[in-house]
C-alpha cells in the first residue's frame, strides 16, 4: 500500500505552478509557486505579479490532499497570511494541476477558491 504522500510527493516535489484561477486572491500572472515535498512535509517559495516574496508549510493529508499554512510580503509592501486546503489532479494533457480553498488569517479578511497548473520546460 503507498503511503499518504506518495502521489502528492511525485505530483508536487521540484515542480512549478502557475495561476490558473485566482479572482478573490492576489497571486495571478506572473506569480511562480516553487514546491518540495519530504515526508509528507510540504514547503515552498512563491513571488512574481502582485507578490514580492511568499511562503508556504504544510502537510499531505490525504492520497491526493493537502494543507498549508502561507505567508507573503506584496510589492505595495504587505504582509499577509493564510490557510489552505488543497487537491492534486491531472489535467488531459497530463499536468499536474492544484485546487485550493482559501481564507486570510492575518492582513485581510474574506477567502475564496484557486486554481494552478503545472509549469512545463
Known amino acids: 500500500m503507498q503511503s499518504l ?20 486572491g492576489l497571486s495571478g500572472v506572473g506569480t511562480v509557486f516553487h514546491y ?5 512535509v510540504i514547503s515552498s ?3 512574481g ?12 493529508t490525504g492520497h ?9 510580503v506584496t510589492v505595495d509592501e504587505q504582509l499577509l497570511a493564510g490557510w489552505s486546503r488543497g487537491t492534486v489532479g491531472v489535467d ?11 481564507g486570510w488569517l492575518s492582513g485581510a479578511t ?3 477558491e484557486s486554481n494552478y497548473t503545472e509549469l512545463t520546460a
Open 5 to 24: 504522500s506518495t502521489i502528492v510527493h511525485a505530483r508536487l516535489h521540484n515542480r512549478r505552478f502557475a495561476v490558473a484561477n485566482n479572482a478573490q
Open 36 to 40: 518540495l515535498v519530504e515526508d509528507g
Open 45 to 47: 517559495t512563491y513571488q
Open 49 to 60: 505579479g502582485r507578490i514580492r516574496l511568499g511562503a508556504q508549510v504544510g502537510q499531505v
Open 64 to 72: 491526493n490532499t493537502f494543507e498549508l499554512l502561507f505567508h507573503c
Open 92 to 102: 488531459a494533457s497530463g499536468r499536474t494541476t492544484l485546487s485550493f480553498v482559501w
Open 110 to 112: 474574506g477567502g475564496g
